[in-house]
């Protein structure tokens, strides 16, 4: 539901242009609601009068828009990006996870469904770690996989168990968190991955995304419900963490593969 402060509103007209869902229209001099809508926020977000609410939200999360980051410092930032295989043995702090998950939150989702649920195992990574170990030990002896997974990845697992017998975890990589982006598309999922992985970079943290791990916690229905994820379906897993290695340049890439017309 969207509500007008009459009071404050101008009738610009600005939030009925900008209104995706042809929701509102200008009468009397003042905006007014027609329906239901996506409850996108682009009403309160172009409103120069504040005279918009989205009573479902906490308006008090709504800020003025600060100025846009320098063209050529979002993309060095972009080309600086490495996929960390290994970490410190320091754990995140707490600020700087709640950053993360703001990047992630504010991240565009098809029809605003917001749906992204974002896991993050830090504290009890341990006890995580445990139960990944001893899925895999088990269905590597079962010699069985479930449906969804290619066979192939059995032959992973024995390699992965190889290594960790000899004390190369290549599933973790001594990263002190781990998180799972469990969201309604594919899509939502990667476009949340990537403002996390750009705001973990701006503080100095790195990330690597994590396959084989996401994979895993398809073994058994327990590992799903140990992370909250039984009703979504995880598309992303990131490694997360302080940098072991540090890099003084960008890598060398391909050309891009660009068509204009």
Same mark, same amino acid.
Request: glycine letters at 8%; charged letters at 20%; one cysteine or more.
């Given at each position: 539901?969207?509500?007008?402060?009459?009071?404050?509103?101008?009738?610009?007209?600005?939030?009925?242009?900008?209104?995706?869902?042809?929701?509102?229209?200008?009468?009397?001099?003042?905006?007014?609601?027609?329906?239901?809508?996506?409850?996108?926020?682009?009403?309160?977000?172009?409103?120069?009068?504040?005279?918009?609410?989205?009573?479902?939200?906490?308006?008090?999360?709504?800020?003025?828009?600060?100025?846009?980051?320098?063209?050529?410092?979002?993309?060095?930032?972009?080309?600086?990006?490495?996929?960390?295989?290994?970490?410190?043995?320091?754990?995140?702090?707490?600020?700087?996870?709640?950053?993360?998950?703001?990047?992630?939150?504010?991240?565009?989702?098809?029809?605003?469904?917001?749906?992204?649920?974002?896991?993050? +195992?830090?504290?009890?990574?341990?006890?995580?770690?445990?139960?990944?170990? !001893?899925?895999?030990?088990?269905?590597?002896?079962?010699?069985?996989?479930?449906?969804?997974?290619?066979?192939?990845?059995?032959?992973?697992?024995?390699?992965?168990?190889?290594?960790?017998?000899?004390?190369?975890?290549?599933?973790?990589?001594?990263?002190?968190?781990?998180?799972?982006?469990?969201?309604?598309?594919?899509?939502?999922?990667?476009?949340?991955?990537?403002?996390?992985?750009?705001?973990? +970079?701006?503080?100095?943290?790195?990330?690597?995304? !994590?396959?084989?791990?996401?994979?895993?916690?398809?073994?058994?229905?327990?590992?799903?419900?140990?992370?909250?994820?039984?009703?979504?379906?995880?598309?992303?897993?990131?490694?997360?963490?302080?940098?072991? +290695?540090?890099?003084?340049?960008?890598?060398?890439?391909?050309?891009?593969?660009?068509?204009?017309?």
């Amino acid at each position: 539901m969207i509500i007008i402060d009459k009071e404050r509103c101008i009738g610009c007209g600005l939030c009925v242009q900008d209104c995706i869902a042809g929701n509102l229209k200008v009468e009397n001099g003042k905006a007014e609601v027609l329906g239901s809508c996506l409850q996108c926020g682009h009403c309160v977000a172009v409103c120069a009068q504040n005279a918009v609410q989205i009573p479902e939200f906490d308006m008090a999360d709504v800020t003025p828009c600060g100025e846009a980051v320098e063209a050529d410092i979002l993309l060095s930032t972009i080309k600086a990006r490495r996929s960390i295989r290994n970490y410190q043995p320091k754990k995140i702090e707490r600020e700087k996870m709640e950053m993360l998950m703001e990047a992630g939150r504010y991240t565009a989702t098809a029809k605003n469904t917001q749906g992204c649920r974002f896991v993050l +195992v830090q504290d009890e990574l341990d006890t995580f770690k445990d139960m990944i170990w !001893n899925q895999i030990g088990k269905t590597v002896e079962s010699g069985k996989l479930p449906e969804m997974l290619a066979p192939a990845l059995l032959e992973s697992y024995k390699g992965f168990m190889a290594l960790k017998a000899h004390g190369t975890d290549f599933l973790f990589r001594n990263a002190p968190a781990v998180l799972f982006v469990g969201a309604e598309t594919p899509v939502d999922a990667g476009l949340a991955a990537q403002n996390i992985e750009l705001m973990a +970079v701006s503080q100095g943290l790195g990330a690597l995304y !994590n396959g084989f791990l996401n994979y895993t916690i398809h073994l058994a229905p327990e590992l799903k419900q140990w992370l909250g994820l039984e009703d979504k379906q995880s598309y992303v897993c990131m490694l997360l963490g302080y940098p072991a +290695v540090k890099y003084t340049s960008t890598a060398p890439r391909k050309t891009a593969d660009v068509v204009w017309r």
